[in-house]
């Protein structure tokens, strides 16, 4: 009897899904957004330290820094700071010349009915006692009419 031939092509490996992306002409946008946030993180010490919390590295278009913010008041700030962080920039081997500043609402804060921490049908205890409240009242309505 002869062996059964083995399959000609070898056994191979799943890749992990990042190495996967990454390697594709599909992962530039990745690449790129990665490349920008660890620009945001060299920038990040050279900034004043209320600026550093209030706007981040949005883009690198060539020589034109790109940051956001949350409010027209650190747009201010932002531009204000415009030559600071110019110098920044070109400290960590940036040939930049000029910084936009764009203004981007934050996302609104959670609405404490929506944040569920302690469970889905968790009330506050004032909301508690408001309704134990209410149906004593309905109680003695009824206790009343009867």
């Not at 706007?55 to 201010?76: I, Q, T």
Request: with cysteine.
């Amino acid at each position: 009897m002869s062996e059964p031939k083995s399959s000609a092509r070898p056994a191979s490996t799943p890749k992990p899904a990042l190495d996967a992306v990454m390697g594709d002409k599909a992962g530039n946008p990745l690449r790129r957004a990665l490349w920008l946030d660890a620009l945001d993180r060299q920038l990040r010490p050279h900034l004043p330290p209320t600026l550093a919390t209030r706007c981040r590295l949005a883009n690198v278009n060539g020589e034109h820094l790109v940051f956001l913010v949350e409010s027209p008041v650190w747009h201010a700030k932002v531009r204000l700071a415009e030559a600071q962080l110019i110098d920044a920039a070109r400290s960590i081997g940036l040939k930049v010349t000029k910084v936009t500043v764009k203004t981007a609402a934050a996302a609104p804060p959670r609405s404490p009915a929506i944040d569920n921490r302690n469970g889905p049908h968790a009330v506050s205890a004032a909301t508690h006692k408001g309704l134990r409240d209410a149906l004593a009242c309905l109680k003695d309505v009824d206790s009343t009419r009867s």
